[in-house]
């Protein structure tokens, strides 16, 4: 890959996804396209940009998602925050939602890859159905840019590995063994969590999701930079209710954009909470 190819295939990546690859990255980039024109039998990367770019270029960049993504992910990641969520920001939610006389509590999982982060909010959800939760139901949107993880989390089996910070008792709870080493997630977690492919640089259509009480949106806004991030944090809190809250990664700072927000410290966690 040449520097001009890589620069021509950077930028089309960037405004199509917002992923933005620094010059360090060249190699990352050159070796997963490198798959595509073996596939494709193409001869050089700036053919795989014509390609993009013309009459097949639509079904092309789904697979080009696929292969610019990143999508590591497990159960119960960051355990302090899904904790903090559990015990502090689950019952304030509730409560918010009571109050206004509502009877749903709506979560935003943006960027949820193969699945383990929405099933995870599921999980907590589903051990507090009968006492923070009475009375509510709960719906959970999931969305990727990678149709092949939304694949994975419609199918919702998962090996060991990525399970390994539940507890055995939640292992029985919220699972069931499948083929092999597997497990299935229990249907009445997969009946909480709805998948959808979203692109977060659709920024207009932010609002055709609806509102939401909670959205997760972790280890995702690193990929991107400051033009895009400021963007979807603007987004996200046009789509929060009022006093709601945006979780985001460990590493991932919003407060250079952080106008409408509130820095919430929990132990050993943060997020943010919508000031009005
Ligand atoms: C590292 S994973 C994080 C998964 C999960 N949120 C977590 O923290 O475990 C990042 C995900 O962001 C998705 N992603 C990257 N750019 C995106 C975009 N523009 N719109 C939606 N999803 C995107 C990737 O496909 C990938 O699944």
């Known amino acids: 890959m040449t520097r001009q190819e890589f620069t021509a295939l950077r930028d089309f990546v960037y405004t199509k996804s917002g992923i933005f690859f620094a010059e360090s990255k060249q190699y990352f980039l050159e070796n997963r396209l490198s798959r595509r024109l073996g596939d494709l039998n193409l001869s050089s990367y700036m053919a795989y940009l014509d390609l993009l770019q013309g009459p097949r270029g639509r079904e092309e960049l789904k697979l080009l998602f696929i292969e610019v993504t990143t999508n590591e992910t497990s159960f119960w990641r960051n355990p302090p925050q899904i904790e903090a969520f559990q015990k502090v920001v689950m019952p304030e939610v509730a409560q918010l939602v009571r109050a206004r006389g509502a009877s749903r509590i709506r979560m935003w999982s943006a960027a949820c890859s193969s699945g383990e982060e929405p099933y995870t909010l599921a999980m907590v ?19 990727d840019i990678s149709e092949r993880v939304l694949e994975q989390a419609r199918t919702a089996v998962y090996g060991s590995y990525t399970l390994r910070n539940l507890s055995p008792q939640q292992m029985a709870q919220h699972l069931v063994r499948a083929e092999g080493d597997n497990f299935a997630v229990k249907a009445n977690l997969k009946a909480m969590v709805q998948l959808r492919h979203f692109n977060l640089v659709d920024y207009q259509d932010y609002r055709n999701l609806g509102t939401f009480d909670v959205i997760f949106c972790r280890n995702v806004l690193i990929y991107f930079d400051d033009a895009v991030k400021g963007k979807v944090i603007k987004g996200f809190h046009e789509q929060l209710a009022s006093r709601s809250y945006l979780m985001v990664g460990h590493s991932e700072s919003i407060h250079a954009f952080n106008t409408g927000f509130e820095l919430i410290h929990f132990s050993k ?5 919508k000031r009005t």
Not at 125 to 143: K, M, N, P, W
Not at 269 to 273: E, K, N, Q, V, W
């Open 125 to 143: 959800a589903a051990e507090c159905q009968d006492s923070v939760l009475r009375g509510l139901t709960v719906e959970i949107v999931a969305t």
């Open 269 to 273: 966690a943060m997020g943010y909470r």
